[in-house]
């Protein structure tokens, strides 16, 4: 009898704890189930160009082939590598699929399963973002500190957006400030055992790093981390002292774990590694940002924030610069070399490279919004109503932004837009000339391939990769994309096309030889139209420049359909055009 009311005390305990955790935290978990769903809202009508590579990529780890030439990005790739693994499992024991091959000719057709597990992945990873937010602000300065900052970053529109694709990014971003935050551990000294926190930065920066490598930057906090939790005392065992060490191996054990190809070809590693700084000044896809990195992040940060926000981010800034604080140390030593680095280039150029720098910012104005209203006395108003009018005023813009952005989520993507007009009003087994990619489709319109264009797709690939001149330094096609295009032979629909790729506008002759050859139809995207049709392109590949500049002007094509995006659809404008 004592046994038993002593279990039921015990029970009514762990239950008044829990409860009080879930008051305690209530203005907290109702920020991250917002960010969650908000994140999770339209992942099925989202599309983007990288999810396509980062999908194969994984199967190919699934299929036990890693890829000794890719060394960065990999890290989110092996999460859904495990994930695919156990999506065949579950498909297995429910007899859906018998075999690897049968799971491959299955999926081969239609990767939507994969695509959307890889965005779930990346919504639960951008609402860990937003929790991180609040555990590094609220250890850094306060609660209050880390609730603020927490909350500008579930409104980010970037980081709702990458969230909902099949991409790295906000993986990358949880996993930075997961790092940051054992790095906060090491600078505030709170316990005798640091040694685990030095490990635990280490780990986390390494697999940081693996996914991208400007995540290098969190070597700089880490040092400055290291040096105020010595004083600033300079001597032998700052160095090479046992702390030190755990870091190292760490960091070594974090790049392993990002990417165990490391062990087997540590010297293409550091090459590649050495590499890496050609992105800055080489065109990716031959294209060319308007304007370099910093003044391209200054239109960023002003679309993103509104005026009230971002009239606060400079004043956290230029408060910051000027004082002595080591809290804000920390933050700028994170802050303005990752700013530094990314602004850097002018063929590196994306907003979403801003992303892992973003809760920086906000745990930054938080904490200058909130010292500044600690400041404020009024009899006839209370703080808390202050700050709650003042966090209106400064979200009002950011809501409105993620508030368009949900409704252009609720609507099916122009790429599907465009396949439907396309099988509806041309054709099949016509000859069209479409912006797609050099091997896949990653961007264009979802339309089959017939037969004799997977064909001829097989035999360029074969020639390609036998003779050395495929351009991929990544080598993510390889023989695999033979397979895969083999594997689409066997399932080819009657609704399919002879399609020819213009592999991202760059592989391109005049107007008069594809009416000469047969084409029937083009299918142009927007952003290539106008990327192909500027100075630099001229410059370099002036037949590319041709070809796109006389589109609207050749009296051979007559423009028939233009799909393009709207308030409820997202997506890109493409130009359907028939050639007379």
Same mark, same amino acid.
């Given at each position: 009898?004592?046994?038993?009311?002593?279990?039921?005390?015990?029970?009514?305990?762990?239950?008044?704890?829990?409860?009080?955790?879930?008051?305690?935290?209530?203005?907290?978990?109702?920020?991250?189930?917002?960010?969650?769903?908000?994140?999770?809202?339209?992942?099925?009508?989202?599309?983007?160009?990288?999810?396509?590579?980062?999908?194969?990529?994984?199967?190919?780890?699934?299929?036990?082939?890693?890829?000794?030439?890719?060394?960065?990005?990999?890290?989110?790739?092996?999460?859904?590598?495990?994930?695919?693994?156990?999506?065949?499992?579950?498909?297995?024991?429910?007899?859906?699929?018998?075999?690897?091959?049968?799971?491959?000719?299955?999926?081969?057709?239609?990767?939507?399963?994969?695509?959307?597990?890889?965005?779930?992945?990346?919504?639960?990873?951008?609402?860990?973002?937003?929790?991180?937010?609040?555990?590094?602000?609220?250890?850094?300065?306060?609660?209050?500190?880390?609730?603020?900052?927490?909350?500008?970053?579930?409104?980010?529109?970037?980081?709702?957006?990458?969230?909902?694709?099949?991409?790295?990014?906000?993986?990358?971003?949880?996993?930075?400030?997961?790092?940051?935050?054992?790095?906060?551990?090491?600078?505030?000294?709170?316990?005798?055992?640091?040694?685990?926190?030095?490990?635990?930065?280490?780990?986390?920066?390494?697999?940081?790093?693996?996914?991208?490598?400007?995540?290098?930057?969190?070597?700089?906090?880490?040092?400055?981390?290291?040096?105020?939790?010595?004083?600033?005392?300079?001597?032998?065992?700052?160095?090479?002292?046992?702390?030190?060490?755990?870091?190292?191996?760490?960091?070594?054990?974090?790049?392993?774990?990002?990417?165990?190809?490391?062990?087997?070809?540590?010297?293409?590693?550091?090459?590649?590694?050495?590499?890496?700084?050609?992105?800055?000044?080489?065109?990716?896809?031959?294209?060319?940002?308007?304007?370099?990195?910093?003044?391209?992040?200054?239109?960023?940060?002003?679309?993103?924030?509104?005026?009230?926000?971002? +009239? /606060?981010?400079?004043?956290? %800034?230029?408060?910051?610069?000027?004082?002595?604080? =080591?809290?804000?140390? #920390? !933050? &700028? *030593? $994170?802050?303005?070399?990752?700013?530094?680095?990314?602004?850097?280039?002018?063929?590196?150029?994306?907003?979403?490279?801003?992303?892992?720098?973003?809760?920086?910012?906000?745990?930054?104005?938080?904490?200058?919004?909130?010292?500044?209203?600690?400041?404020?006395?009024?009899?006839?108003?209370?703080?808390?109503? +202050? /700050?709650?009018?003042?966090? %209106?005023?400064?979200?009002?813009?950011?809501?409105? =932004?993620?508030?368009? #952005? !949900? &409704? *252009? $989520?609720?609507?099916?993507?122009?790429?599907?837009?465009?396949?439907?007009?396309?099988?509806?009003?041309?054709?099949?087994?016509?000859?069209?000339?479409?912006?797609?990619?050099?091997?896949?489709?990653?961007?264009?319109?979802?339309?089959?391939?017939?037969?004799?264009?997977?064909?001829?797709?097989?035999?360029?690939?074969?020639?390609?990769?036998?003779?050395?001149?495929?351009?991929?330094?990544?080598?993510?096609?390889?023989?695999?994309?033979?397979?895969?295009?083999?594997?689409?032979?066997?399932?080819?629909?009657?609704?399919?096309?002879?399609?020819?790729?213009?592999?991202?506008?760059?592989?391109?002759?005049?107007?008069?030889?594809?009416?000469?050859?047969?084409?029937?139809?083009?299918?142009?995207?927007?952003?290539?139209?106008?990327?192909?049709?500027?100075?630099?392109?001229?410059?370099?590949?002036?037949?590319?420049?041709?070809?796109?500049?006389?589109?609207?002007?050749?009296?051979?094509?007559?423009?028939?359909?233009?799909?393009?995006?709207?308030?409820?659809?997202?997506?890109?404008?493409?130009?359907?055009?028939?050639?007379?």
């Amino acid at each position: 009898m004592d046994k038993s009311n002593s279990d039921i005390s015990l029970l009514h305990t762990r239950e008044t704890n829990i409860k009080d955790i879930l008051y305690k935290y209530r203005l907290l978990i109702l920020i991250i189930i917002f960010a969650f769903f908000i994140r999770l809202w339209g992942i099925w009508n989202a599309e983007s160009n990288d999810e396509y590579n980062e999908v194969f990529e994984a199967l190919r780890v699934c299929s036990g082939q890693l890829n000794y030439e890719r060394w960065f990005k990999r890290f989110y790739l092996y999460i859904l590598s495990i994930e695919y693994g156990l999506f065949y499992a579950i498909g297995w024991i429910s007899h859906i699929f018998s075999s690897p091959t049968d799971f491959a000719a299955k999926i081969i057709r239609d990767l939507s399963p994969l695509l959307l597990i890889g965005r779930a992945t990346s919504t639960v990873m951008g609402a860990l973002s937003v929790f991180m937010t609040y555990v590094v602000g609220s250890r850094l300065h306060s609660k209050n500190v880390g609730l603020l900052a927490a909350l500008f970053l579930s409104l980010n529109s970037f980081n709702i957006i990458l969230s909902h694709y099949a991409r790295l990014d906000t993986t990358l971003c949880s996993i930075v400030l997961i790092s940051f935050y054992f790095i906060v551990r090491i600078y505030q000294r709170a316990d005798s055992d640091a040694e685990k926190y030095y490990a635990f930065a280490g780990l986390f920066i390494g697999i940081a790093i693996q996914n991208k490598i400007p995540s290098v930057i969190l070597l700089i906090p880490f040092a400055v981390a290291h040096l105020i939790s010595h004083g600033f005392k300079f001597s032998p065992q700052l160095l090479f002292g046992r702390q030190v060490a755990f870091f190292v191996a760490a960091l070594m054990s974090g790049l392993v774990v990002g990417n165990p190809a490391i062990l087997f070809a540590p010297i293409k590693f550091l090459q590649g590694m050495l590499s890496q700084g050609d992105a800055f000044t080489v065109a990716i896809n031959e294209t060319k940002s308007e304007y370099i990195g910093y003044l391209a992040y200054i239109f960023y940060f002003f679309r993103e924030l509104g005026m009230p926000l971002s +009239v /606060l981010a400079l004043f956290s %800034l230029w408060k910051a610069l000027t004082s002595r604080n =080591n809290n804000d140390i #920390l !933050l &700028l *030593s $994170f802050i303005l070399p990752f700013y530094a680095l990314m602004g850097a280039s002018r063929y590196m150029v994306y907003d979403s490279y801003m992303i892992p720098l973003m809760p920086f910012l906000y745990i930054l104005c938080s904490d200058k919004l909130i010292s500044m209203l600690d400041k404020f006395n009024s009899r006839i108003m209370p703080k808390s109503w +202050v /700050l709650g009018g003042v966090v %209106l005023v400064l979200i009002c813009y950011p809501s409105f =932004n993620v508030g368009k #952005l !949900l &409704l *252009s $989520f609720s609507g099916q993507n122009t790429r599907y837009m465009a396949k439907y007009w396309i099988e509806q009003n041309i054709p099949f087994d016509s000859k069209i000339l479409m912006d797609s990619g050099k091997t896949m489709n990653s961007f264009a319109p979802l339309i089959a391939q017939n037969r004799e264009s997977i064909l001829r797709t097989i035999s360029e690939l074969s020639v390609n990769i036998s003779n050395g001149t495929i351009n991929d330094p990544t080598k993510m096609v390889d023989y695999n994309a033979v397979k895969y295009y083999q594997m689409l032979l066997q399932t080819v629909p009657k609704e399919a096309y002879d399609i020819t790729s213009t592999k991202f506008g760059l592989e391109l002759k005049s107007l008069n030889y594809y009416k000469q050859e047969g084409y029937k139809y083009f299918v142009i995207s927007e952003s290539m139209k106008i990327n192909r049709s500027d100075r630099f392109t001229a410059e370099r590949h002036p037949d590319v420049y041709r070809f796109y500049s006389a589109l609207d002007i050749d009296p051979n094509l007559k423009l028939i359909k233009i799909i393009a995006p709207s308030i409820i659809n997202r997506g890109e404008r493409f130009y359907i055009y028939k050639v007379l």
